[in-house]
């Protein structure tokens, strides 16, 4: 299977099948020594959880959640 210069590959449909993926759906990749397994991601390891995760202590302003609020509704 060669793997494109955005570094995807196409998952075969048998494959596809078996794990119940579809467009959209989310996988995880694990590593064990030289060997990677495709995994449907866990339902408690969503894409949101983990941007949140990633994000999580990155902020830079020193703003209480009343100050933000007020900011994005424009004062009202």
Same mark, same amino acid.
């Given at each position: 299977? +060669?793997?494109?210069?955005? &570094?995807?590959?196409? =998952?075969? /449909? *048998? =494959? $596809?099948? /078996? @794990? +119940? =993926?579809? %467009? %959209?759906?989310?996988? !995880?990749? /694990?590593?064990? &020594? !030289?060997?990677? #397994?495709?995994?449907? *991601? ?5 894409? &949101? +959880? #983990? @941007?949140?995760?990633?994000?999580? %202590? +990155?902020?830079?302003? $020193?703003?209480?959640? *009343?100050? =933000?609020? *007020? @900011?994005? #509704? %424009?004062? $009202?």
């Amino acid at each position: 299977m +060669k793997v494109t210069s955005k &570094g995807q590959v196409t =998952i075969p /449909l *048998a =494959i $596809r099948e /078996l @794990l +119940k =993926i579809r %467009g %959209g759906s989310e996988v !995880d990749f /694990l590593a064990e &020594g !030289d060997i990677v #397994r495709i995994v449907p *991601a866990r339902a408690d390891a969503g894409r &949101g +959880k #983990r @941007l949140v995760a990633r994000m999580r %202590g +990155k902020a830079t302003a $020193r703003m209480s959640t *009343a100050q =933000i609020m *007020a @900011l994005t #509704r %424009g004062g $009202r």
